[in-house]
């Protein structure tokens, strides 16, 4: 397992930006799965973006065309940039990875992961 961690939350209003980090530790592979997940109060988690090892990416309708998911090939740090922020977007947002794995086809779902982060909130307001 890898442990994660994430920062980067915080309140903006409708239309600001926003850039989500996750610091992975604790494994020396190579292959990782690794995604961004959001949960709202009273609503089941939701893939909002991931990526392969190979870099192919994956992002919810609702976010498409203005979050992008990347990774840091030699640290496996994940990155989420938020842009044009909707108060829709009010969640706390996780990182989520799975090891020893290439290709990730199912990556917005969250029984593919076996290591979470704690959660940064992110707060839009309108």
């Known amino acids: 397992q890898v442990q994660l961690m994430e920062s980067g939350g915080g309140s903006v209003q409708a239309g600001g930006s926003l850039r989500l980090s996750c610091a992975a530790s604790g494994s020396t592979d190579s292959a990782y799965c690794m995604a961004w997940f959001r949960q709202a109060p009273g609503r089941g988690r939701e893939g909002v973006a991931g990526?392969?090892?190979?870099?192919?990416?994956g992002y919810a309708d609702s976010v498409k065309g203005r979050f992008t998911i990347s990774k840091d090939k030699v640290t496996n740090n994940l990155y989420l940039e938020m842009n044009r922020l909707e108060p829709g977007d009010t969640a706390m947002y996780y990182c989520?990875?799975?090891?020893?794995?290439?290709?990730?086809?199912?990556?917005?779902?969250?029984?593919?992961?076996?290591?979470w982060g704690q959660g940064t909130q992110v707060t839009v307001s309108s």
């Open positions: 990526i392969s090892s190979y870099g192919s990416t």
């Open positions: 989520a990875a799975d090891v020893s794995r290439w290709v990730c086809p199912l990556w917005s779902s969250p029984s593919e992961y076996t290591s």
